[in-house]
C-alpha cells in the first residue's frame, strides 16, 4: 500500500509531456462514448425504434430533472450537464472492468471537470444576466459578504473535485484492502456497493453543478 | 516520534474524529427526509433531490478531512522524501 493515490502511472512520454494511465483510458472512454452516441443516433425517425425510444427517454429524464431544478427551460444547460453525467457514468463504472482503474480515481479527471464546471457556471452567469447583473448578484444580500461569496466560489469548485475523487478513490483503495486480507469472493459485495457509489456521485457532480448554474442565473437561490 | 509516526497518528485522528459530526448531521438529514416523504409521498422527487444536494454539502467537512489525511500521507511537506 506504498503507491501514492496521487499519483497515476506513466504510460508513454509525448516528447517532455508524461502520458499517464488515466489520460489513456479517459481517451478510450470517449472514444467509446463517441461511437455508441454516433450508432444510436444514425437512423432517427418520426415512429422511434426500440433503441431510439430508450434514449429517448434518457434524455427525457436528463431534460426533466434538469427542469425541475432550475425552474425554467434547461435547453441550452442540457449538452453541458447531460455530457458530463454520462460520462461521469461510464468513467465511475470503468473501474469495475477488471484491468482498468477509473480515470476519476486519480486526481486530474475530476479536477479538469471542476475547473470546466467553474468557468462554465460564470460563463453562463454573465450570458443570462449581463455582466453587471451577474458582478452585482454577489454583492448580495449584503456588499460585506463579498469575500465570502468569492472565496465560496472557488471551495466549492474545489469540494466537487474532492468530493468526487475522495468517493472513488477511497472505494478502490477499500477494495484493494479487503482483496488483500480476505481474498476470493469476499470483495463482491463491496464492488456491487462500488457501482450504486459511483452512479450516485455521477448523479451528485451532475445536481450540483445544475445548482451552481442555476445559482448563477439566478432562477434559484444561491446555495 | 519521528514525523513519519506523528503523520501516520494525525491522519487517523483526523479521520476519525472528522467523520463524527457529519455523519451524525446526514443522519439527521436523512431522517427529516424520510419523515417528510412519509407525510407526503407526492414530493418525494422535489425532497430527494434536495436532500442529495444537502448531503453533498455536509460531505464536504468529512472530504476536507480526508483531503487533509491524504496530504499527511502522501504529500507531507515536512517528511523527507
Known amino acids: 500500500m506504498t503507491h501514492s493515490p496521487l499519483e497515476s502511472a506513466v504510460v508513454f512520454r509525448l516528447g517532455t509531456i508524461a502520458v499517464t494511465e488515466t489520460v489513456v483510458t479517459t481517451w478510450c472512454l470517449i472514444l467509446a462514448l463517441l461511437i455508441t452516441c454516433l450508432l444510436l443516433t444514425r437512423k432517427l425517425s418520426i415512429v422511434p425504434s426500440d433503441v431510439q425510444a430508450t434514449v429517448e427517454s434518457l434524455v427525457g429524464v436528463i431534460d426533466e430533472q434538469l427542469a425541475g431544478i432550475l425552474n425554467r427551460d434547461p435547453v441550452e444547460f442540457v449538452p453541458l450537464v447531460g455530457t458530463l453525467f454520462l460520462f461521469l457514468v461510464v468513467a465511475n463504472l470503468a473501474g469495475i472492468v477488471p484491468g482498468v482503474r477509473a480515470p476519476t480515481a486519480s486526481i486530474e479527471t475530476p479536477a479538469a471537470l471542476a475547473v470546466i464546471v467553474f468557468f462554465s457556471v460564470h460563463y453562463f452567469g454573465f450570458r443570462t444576466r449581463g455582466v453587471w447583473g451577474y458582478l452585482k448578484g454577489y454583492l448580495e444580500p449584503n456588499p460585506l459578504l463579498l469575500p465570502l461569496n468569492i472565496l465560496s466560489e472557488f471551495t466549492r469548485s474545489f469540494s466537487l473535485m474532492m468530493r468526487l475523487f475522495g468517493n472513488i478513490m477511497s472505494d478502490e483503495l477499500v477494495l484493494a484492502i479487503v482483496v488483500a486480507l480476505a481474498g476470493l469472493l469476499v470483495p463482491i459485495p463491496f464492488m456491487a456497493f462500488e457501482i450504486l457509489v459511483g452512479l450516485v456521485q455521477a448523479y451528485i457532480f451532475s445536481v450540483l453543478t445544475a445548482v451552481y448554474i442555476g445559482g448563477a442565473i439566478g432562477s434559484i437561490e444561491k446555495q | ?81
Open chain 2, 1 to 81: 516520534m519521528t514525523v513519519q509516526m506523528l503523520s501516520i497518528i494525525g491522519a487517523v485522528v483526523v479521520v476519525a474524529v472528522g467523520s463524527i459530526s457529519p455523519a451524525l448531521a446526514e443522519g439527521r438529514a436523512i431522517a427529516a427526509a424520510m419523515d417528510g416523504i412519509a407525510r407526503q409521498p407526492e414530493s418525494a422527487g422535489a425532497l430527494s433531490r434536495t436532500l442529495f444536494v444537502g448531503l453533498a454539502m455536509i460531505e464536504t467537512m468529512a472530504i476536507y478531512c480526508l483531503v487533509i489525511a491524504l496530504l499527511l500521507l502522501f504529500a507531507n511537506p515536512y517528511a523527507a522524501r
